[in-house]
């Protein structure tokens, strides 16, 4: 087993009891290594260590918790495993810069730390050449989007180089209707001048008055149709191929046959790949 796929699976027992206290001594005696070990291997494949991780982690959580149920702070610390609300308060603030009740209350825009998962290039496993694609069609009512734009990116790698890759937290932690961030290929008319055509944005009620990180715009979006393009659920380490077929699929596509032409007036959106319910975009459309 490679050190990726240790680390891999070490992360996945972190999710599944993120709700529990987790130690190193934990992690050591359920993966059998010594706690310098597993220690070293962390820092090694993610560069951080597993208790900044784990702690990190359950902050997140907590902190999603607290934007989107009514629950008591005292509840909240005691369900992520902190001994004192003082203890669970303290490390809140230090790591959001907000103390939990006030974001409880104002929701205010903070980075929230989103696992990063890697793959031994070595597992990838070819997709199967017949790949199921599945189209819906999608109204979308007039809506604001927060986004951060980049400089000259036009998909996502160049993107993260560009701006870097916790945006997302950032975005994940301001409540939309649509339960995620989205990424967007602006069309001409919303691109500023010497910025970039592909942003992360979050889609937010057209009535939004909550706070606006810096460094980040506001456009409004139309009422607008979209079809819908989900491919089939795929292995993470795919992800690569998984877009590639979806993108394959969409060229090929007639929107014709369902009485529709492509719009070039609106975004494209690209939801996060994730392997569970296949890639997915939507492509605007008009009649």
């Not at 992520?80 to 006030?102: M, T, W």
């Not at 929230?112 to 070595?122: E, T």
Request: charged share 30%.
């Amino acid at each position: 087993m490679s050190k990726i796929d240790i680390v891999r699976n070490m992360q996945i027992f972190i999710e599944e009891h993120i709700e529990h206290k987790i130690t190193l001594v934990d992690l050591a005696n359920n993966f059998h290594y010594s706690p310098w070990h597993i220690s070293r291997l962390f820092q090694e494949v993610l560069n951080i260590t597993p208790g900044d991780y784990i702690r990190k982690l359950k902050l997140s959580k907590s902190a999603m918790k607290l934007r989107d149920e009514k629950v008591k702070i005292i509840d909240i610390a005691s369900e992520y495993g902190y001994e004192s609300v003082d203890g669970y308060q303290r490390a809140f603030l230090k790591e959001f810069g907000v103390n939990p009740y006030e974001y409880s209350r104002n929701n205010k825009p903070i980075n929230l730390f989103i696992p990063f998962i890697k793959y031994d290039k070595k597992e990838k496993h070819h997709m199967k050449e017949t790949n199921y694609v599945f189209i819906s069609v999608v109204e979308k009512e007039e809506r604001k989007v927060i986004i951060k734009r980049g400089i000259k990116a036009n998909n996502y790698m160049d993107y993260c180089e560009e701006v870097g890759c916790d945006i997302w937290g950032i975005l994940t932690s301001i409540k939309s209707p649509l339960g995620e961030p989205v990424c967007l290929w602006l069309p001409k008319k919303y691109v500023k001048e010497g910025t970039s055509i592909y942003v992360q944005g979050v889609e937010v009620p057209l009535d939004y008055q909550g706070e606006i990180p810096e460094g980040f715009d506001v456009i409004t979006l139309p009422k607008s149709t979209y079809l819908k393009f989900i491919g089939e659920p795929f292995l993470e380490e795919n992800y690569g191929e998984a877009i590639k077929t979806l993108w394959e699929a969409i060229d090929k596509f007639n929107p014709q046959s369902l009485g529709y032409r492509w719009d070039d007036k609106n975004p494209r959106i690209q939801l996060e790949p994730i392997g569970k319910r296949g890639y997915i975009e939507l492509v605007p459309v008009k009649i």
